[in-house]
C-alpha cells in the first residue's frame, strides 16, 4: 500500500505513568536496595511502602514514550498518543498534560480498575534517577486499545521497550507494528532500559529484526540487547538489523547508525542536576526533526539539545517556553 | 494557667491544598481575566475548566501555613499541623509530603465529601503568580477538628487568614485562639491575601486585636487592614493591636514591630523565578528562630533567607537539603 500524507507525525504507544520525584542522598538507595539507575516493577504495597519513606515529592506526568510526545509536540510535530490511565485524579493529570502539550490522545480511562501507574524516582546528588514503578492501570493495556485508522495516519508509530513488561501490551505493540508497516508507515522503538531488555531478550531480538525500522538505544541497552562486550560491536550488530539507529552515550553524545554510515553528534554541555528523561527528550527531538525530513546529523543535533534541556532541571518534561525559545534561537 | 514546656514549637491550622504550579504568557492572565497576584476562590467547574486551559503543570502540596509548617520543620522546628484533606489521591499526596517534612499530621482524611482542594498556580514570566483555589474538602474544617490537648502542647498556634473563607473555619479558629491562651500559648496569625482581608475585614480586626500575639503581613495586606494609604502608618496602628508584627516589604526585606521598637532587615538577593511561598518561607523561618529563644533580628533574618530560597524555584516548599545546607552554614 502506497503511504498517503499522514495526518501525524508521531504516534507514540506507551505505559501511562504519573511520577513522583524526590531528591535523596545516596544512602537512601542502599539502605532501601534500590537499584540504582534503573527501572524496577513494584506492586502497590511495595509502592506504599517506597513512598512513605521518601521524602516530600513533586509529582509531575511522566512515562517514557509519554514524555517523548509531549516534548516533540512542543517542537512542532504533530503528536498523538496511546496509554492506559484511569479515570482518578492522577489520571486526570495526565491526561491534562499531554493535551495541554498539544497531543492527540483518545484513550478512554479504565473505569473501575487499578489506579493511574506511577513512577517514584529517587534523584541522588549525581543526578541519577533510581525508578521504581507500580504499573497499575497500565496492565490493562491491550491489542484493543490500538486504532488502526490512527496508526494508518501516522508517520511513525513510536513504542517503549516498558511495554514488554505489562501483560497484554505486547500483542498490542505486535499489532500496531503490523498495522503501520500494512500502511506503509515506520516503526520507532525506544529500548528503555537494560534490565527491561534483559527480562525480555529474545522477543526484544526478533522484534528489532522483523518489525523496527527505527531504534532508539543507550550504551547499557544495546550492549544488552546483543550481549555484546562493548556498543561499537552492538553497533556492527544493530545496522544489520534496522534502518536507523539511534545510540546516546551520556556525555559522548550519540551516534546515529544507517548502514555503512555512521554520524558522530556531541552531548550539549549542561548542569546535570536530573537525568530522568534524557533519552525520551533525545528521541523526540530526533523524530521531530527527522519526521520533518531534516538531515540525520541535524535530527541528532535537535536530540542532543533537548535532551540537555530535560537535564538542567528536575522532572522529565523541559518548560515550554524554554523549548520554543531554543528552537527559536535555531 | 502556666504553661509547661510545650512538645511542639508550632502548631499551624490552615487550607490543605495541593498546587498545580505551570508557567504561563501574561496574555494567559488577561485572557481569562484572572486578578494577578492575588488569591481567588473558584467553584469546581470554574476549576476544571480553568486546569483545561492550563499549560502542562507540576503538582507538589502547597497551601500557606502548611507551607510554613513544612519549612520550619526542616529548620529544625517541632511542628504539628491541622487541616482537612479527601481521601483521595491529592489528599495521599499532601498527607506523604507534609510527614515527609517532619510534620506531625493527625487530622482524619474527610470521608466520601468533596475532593481534596487545590490552587491553580499561574507563574508569568516576571516571577509573579496567580492564585485559583477550589476549596473542596478544605469547607468541612469545624471547630471539631481542633484537639484542645494538642493546641496546649503547642508553643505557638499559627493560623493563615485564608481560613476566613470556608464557613466553618473561622469558628476552629477561634476555639483555637482561645484554647491556646488558655493553656498560656502564644497565637500568630497570617493576613494571607489583600482580598481575602477586604473579603473580612471587620473580623480581622476584632481578631488581630483581641485574639492574635504575632501577625505577619505583607503591604498591601496590613494597608488593606487598616485602610491606611501607606504601610507605616499601618506600622503604627498594628503595633497598638498586637505583640510582634513582621511586616514583609518584597525586595526591601523586612520590618519587625514590637512595642516602639522598628527592626528593618534586608531581603536576601536572588534571582526570582516564582514567589509562590516567599511569604509562607519567611514566617517559617521567623517561627523556627523566634520559638528557639532567637532574637527578632535573628528570627527576621532567617525568615529572609528562608523566602531567597523560596523565590529562587518553582513552587513553595524550597527542597530539604539545599535548606538543611543553608542552616549548617549559618
Redesign the interface.
Known sequence: MSASHPRFDILGIGNAIVD?VA?V?ESFITHHDLRKGAMTLIDADSAERL??A????????GGSVANSC?VAAQLGARVAYIGKVAD???GN?FR???K??GVHFPTPPLLGGA??ARCLISVT?DGQRTMNTFLGACVELGPDAIDAALVADCAITYLEGYLFDPPHAQAAFLRAAELAHKAGRRVALSLSDAFCVHRHREAFRALVRDHVDILFANETEITALYESNNWMDAADHVARDVGIAALTLGADGSMIIEGYTRISVPAHATTVVDTTGAGDAFAAGFLAAHTAHRRLSESAALGSLAAAYAIAQY?A?P???RLRRLITGL
Not at 54 to 61: K, L, Y
Open positions: 513522583v531528591p542522598e513512598y512513605a521518601m521524602p516530600p515529592g513533586i509529582e509531575s506526568s509531549a482518578d485524579q492522577l493529570v491534562h498534560d499531554i495541554a502539550a489506579p493511574t546528588p522532572g518534561r518548560p515550554v517556553e
